[in-house]
């Protein structure tokens, strides 16, 4: 399975462990995603900081600039993004085991569509689960190929990501990025932690706590039923988070630590996602109903 579950007293645990059987509950750190940061002084901070962590998705989109001014739909702004490459990591470990499950792909914005290639690393399971998943990210779906669990390798499996407890914030082995970016719209509390050089690109770094429940509220359509679905099935309301924009307030990279307060010990997974190549083509094309497997999937 791509996540094992456990639902308890209304709450959800939910453990990514990409083809890896056995692991249920976790503890993790964070494995950045790839790029390192450092840290520069600078004094800006104070209430443009909320501001600018509520306008990332909306920069993303190219529905507003960097300085919060509003673009025609369609248009893209001074500050938009469109588009970009997108590499992920999301890290989990049990019984002092730690795997980290790696992502690197597109994703358009505007459309929130993207297609993802997910990799278990070595040694995390058996050789014939290291076969890469392909994941295509829809508005209200995700489809996935090589999904193991019984799937033919020639098909597609469908999730309707308004279904899962997560709203698929875990569930795929990566965070869809534009959730990622929708989730800061419910940020409640955030410090300016100062200026930071990311991959060569200066950046703000933003560290704040995000209430699941605002974010849904104040998501863009397409993206409120997943959320609501998160909302609804974590037990904890709010995630933490390190928000990293450059000076156009394109989000470059931003970590979620989602916490599962369930029976047992605590769990927490770290997602991180890392947008670089802003403006790249990107073509997606979502299966035909005839490639989708409707059959059983085997459980692990």
């Known amino acids: 399975m791509l996540v094992r579950q456990h639902r308890s007293k209304g709450g959800a645990r939910a453990v990514c462990a990409l083809a890896v059987a056995g692991v249920m509950a976790a503890t993790g750190g964070c494995s950045g995603g790839g790029g390192g940061d450092r840290a520069v002084a600078d004094d800006r901070g104070g209430a443009d900081s909320l501001d600018a962590v ?8 190219g529905t507003v600039t960097g300085t919060g001014t509003a673009v025609m739909s369609g248009a893209a702004g001074p500050g938009a993004a469109g588009s970009a490459e997108v590499r992920t990591a999301m890290e989990t470990a049990a019984g002092g085991t730690r795997v980290t499950i790696r992502g690197r792909g597109v994703y358009d914005f505007r459309h929130r569509t993207g297609r993802l290639t997910v990799v278990l690393p070595e040694g995390a399971a058996g050789a014939a689960e290291h076969r890469p998943v392909t994941e295509l990210l829809a508005p209200g779906a995700l ?7 019984g ?8 999730v309707d990501t308004t279904s899962l407890a997560d709203g698929n914030l875990v569930t ?30 200066p950046v703000r770094h933003y560290r704040g706590t995000t209430d699941l429940g605002r974010a849904a509220r104040e998501a863009a359509p397409e993206s409120r039923g ?41 769990v927490e997974v770290v997602s991180t996602t890392l947008l670089y190549g802003f403006g790249v083509p990107v073509s997606v094309r979502l ?5 989708i497997y409707t059959g059983r999937i085997r459980q692990r």
């Open 226 to 266: 997943a959320l609501r679905a998160a909302a609804k099935g974590f037990r904890r309301d709010t995630v933490r988070f390190d928000v990293y924009l450059d000076d156009q307030g394109r989000l470059r990279k931003v970590r979620h630590r989602f916490g599962f307060a369930d029976e047992g010990p605590a």
């Open 143 to 149: 489809y996935m190929m090589n999904r193991g669990a």
């Open 287 to 291: 299966p035909d109903g005839r490639d």
């Open 54 to 61: 509520h306008r990332a998705a909306a920069v993303l989109a």
């Open 172 to 201: 795929g082995g990566a965070t869809d990025p534009m959730a990622a970016a929708e989730l800061l719209r419910g940020a409640d509390r955030v410090t300016y932690v100062g200026r930071t050089v990311l991959d060569g690109v």
């Open 151 to 158: 799937v033919p390798a020639d098909k597609w499996v469908r």
